[in-house]
């Protein structure tokens, strides 16, 4: 494998908290993800994320995986 290079994966977390009036912190208690790492998702500072993280918040949010993710061209 060549040289590591920065990830082209974009998290809409903040565009689908907006378009449902919701905040990270309803969204941490809904969850029962800390705020901190759901800032983390939102900032695209995330490195990685568990299977059960992302599903919790599919599921609090009503979403899919599809919906919070997406891979930016270069």
């Not at 903040?14 to 900032?43: F, H, P, Q």
């Not at 695209?44 to 993280?53: E, H, L, P, W, Y």
């Amino acid at each position: 494998m060549g040289e590591p290079t920065e990830h082209l994966i974009t998290c809409h977390l903040g565009e689908i908290l907006d378009a449902r009036g919701m905040t990270l912190a309803e969204l941490s208690r809904v969850a029962g993800v800390s705020v901190v790492n759901l800032s983390v998702l939102k900032n695209d500072r995330a490195k990685a994320i568990r299977f059960s993280t992302l599903t919790a918040v599919c599921l609090a949010l009503g979403c899919t995986p599809g919906d919070l993710f997406s891979v930016r061209t270069q």
